[in-house]
């Protein structure tokens, strides 16, 4: 019997058919960038609304995909963590609600160790145990993971993640929301050695990061010190071409340099990489250069896999198989998940 799984963490709502052997049956994601790009980002009370209006839809599309009913469902899965705390809400209300009515057990899961999951998916073979790393809109971390579920925590940002550098990157330059593609498409054809950005802690002995410098940095090269107004700036598109790629560049030589040194100090032999900054073309062809002069396997997410979806929610399976279910006044843990 599949299980229907929910995602709402942030701006994409989601939802699922998975079998226990992994195989999706129905899916269906509804993304909300229109109702964003005028504010350049996530608006928290306009995502959870969105969400409102769209989580049962979205829940009737997968199962009549799977041609499931309620019924035939083992389970219910729901992120619960972390995330906008009004978008979780609607996914875990929805999630009750239909374990409630359908009598059926409610699975709560890690949104971030279902981005890791996600390579699981891509492969045929166990990637666990491995080195996890995380790089999205609000986190950029790294794992030791002995399973889907048994994670250490190595490190991570301090303060902005990539992903949502590269958002605040394209928001200086006006390139439009969602801003890590936008930054990405000028970055292709740029100068990535035209600007000397910093790479912040890549030298360090830890697994930390930290990107709010190297955005400060390439506000100061693009509009100097003190406030501005980024809508009056007046740069070619061959400079800022140029601007995306040496901040691309300088991003993904911290990225590669500090997951590459934390294989080497777990002895490990896989390294595996989600979330949305995962589908970066650079970033993966530089993590599979260093794989390649290293010796270690990489698996990263399937693109389509990297932004947020209800697929990954396919590691509930894995608390199922252990009896590990929710109670029904389970609560959200919303907020950035930092240290852990």
């Known amino acids: 019997m599949p299980i229907l799984t929910i995602e709402s963490t942030c701006d994409e709502t989601a939802a699922a058919v998975v079998d226990s052997d992994d195989q999706v049956l129905g899916q269906c994601v509804a993304k909300q960038d229109e109702l964003h790009r005028h504010f350049r980002g ?16 979205v829940i009737d599309t997968a199962m009549n995909q799977a041609d499931v009913a309620g019924a035939d469902l083992e389970a219910i899965a729901v992120a619960d963590r972390p995330g906008l705390a009004g978008s979780l809400l609607v996914g875990l209300v929805a999630a009750k609600t239909l374990a409630v009515a359908w009598q059926k057990p409610l699975v709560t899961i890690n949104h971030l160790h279902a981005h890791l999951y996600a390579c699981q998916l891509a492969v045929d073979r166990p990637v666990y145990p491995c080195v996890g790393m995380i790089v999205s809109g609000g986190h ?9 579920l048994d994670l250490t925590y190595l490190g991570g940002t301090i303060d902005d993640a990539a992903g949502e550098a590269f958002d605040k990157v394209a928001a200086m330059l006006s390139l439009g929301f969602p801003g890590g593609p936008a930054v990405s498409k000028l970055a292709a054809v740029g100068n990535p050695k035209a600007h000397a950005y910093p790479r912040s802690m890549i030298r360090d002995d830890g697994f930390d990061f930290s990107f709010s410098g190297l955005k400060t940095a390439v506000r100061y090269s693009i509009v100097g010190p003190g406030q501005q107004d980024f809508s009056q700036l007046d740069l070619s598109d061959d400079q800022k071409a140029d601007v995306c790629a040496s901040f691309e560049a300088a991003v993904v030589d911290v990225l590669v340099t500090k997951a590459a040194k934390a294989v080497r100090h777990c002895q490990a032999d896989r390294l595996i990489v989600g979330g949305g ?18 010796g270690f396997d990489l698996v990263i997410a399937p693109a389509d896999l990297c932004t947020d979806n209800a697929v990954m929610g396919a590691i509930a399976w894995q608390k199922i198989r252990l009896g590990e279910f929710a109670s029904l006044d389970v609560d959200i843990q919303p907020g950035l998940q930092r240290g852990f």
């Open 42 to 57: 996530v608006v928290p009370e306009v995502a959870a609304r969105a969400h409102l209006e769209r989580i049962l839809p």
């Open 140 to 148: 950029t971390s790294l794992y030791q993971c002995d399973s889907p």
């Open 277 to 294: 900054v995962a589908a970066n073309g650079v970033f993966r062809s530089r993590l599979q250069d260093a794989a390649d002069r290293d």
